[in-house]
C-alpha cells in the first residue's frame, strides 16, 4: 500500500508543478488554490509512504516521478521540446524508479 501512497504523492507532485507553469500564464486565483492542494497532497502522501518505506528510496521515487512527469507534461499542454534525447533521459529516469522498488 505504501507504493500506492508514493505514487499518488508522486502524481500530486507532477500536478503542483504544472499549476505552477499555468499560474506564470494565468495570474489568478485558481492555480494558486490548486499549486497549494496539490502540493499538500503530494507532501501528505509522501509522509505516509515514508512510514514504511525506506526515506532515500521514497524521497527518489518521490522526487523522479514528479521531474519525469512535470517533463512529460510540459511537452504534451505547455508545448515544450519532445527532442529525442529528453525522451531518452527521463526514461533513465523513470527505469532508475522502477529499479529501487525492484530492490526494495
Known amino acids: ?14 500536478f503542483g508543478v504544472a499549476m505552477i507553469s499555468k ?12 499549486l497549494i492542494l496539490g502540493f499538500g497532497a503530494s507532501f ?11 526515506m532515500g528510496t521514497a524521497y527518489a521515487v518521490w522526487t523522479g516521478i514528479g521531474a519525469s512527469g512535470g517533463a512529460i507534461i510540459g511537452m504534451l499542454f505547455f508545448n515544450e521540446s519532445k527532442d529525442w534525447k529528453r525522451i ?5 529516469v523513470l527505469g532508475a524508479a522502477v529499479g529501487l522498488k525492484l530492490v526494495s
Do not use: Q, R, Y
Open 44 to 54: 501528505l502522501f509522501l509522509s505516509i509512504a515514508m512510514g514504511s518505506l525506506p
Open 1 to 14: 500500500m505504501a507504493w500506492t501512497f508514493l505514487i499518488l504523492a508522486g502524481l500530486f507532485e507532477m
Open 23 to 34: 499560474l506564470h500564464k494565468d495570474k489568478s486565483w485558481k492555480p494558486v488554490v490548486l
Open 88 to 92: 531518452l533521459f527521463i526514461a533513465m
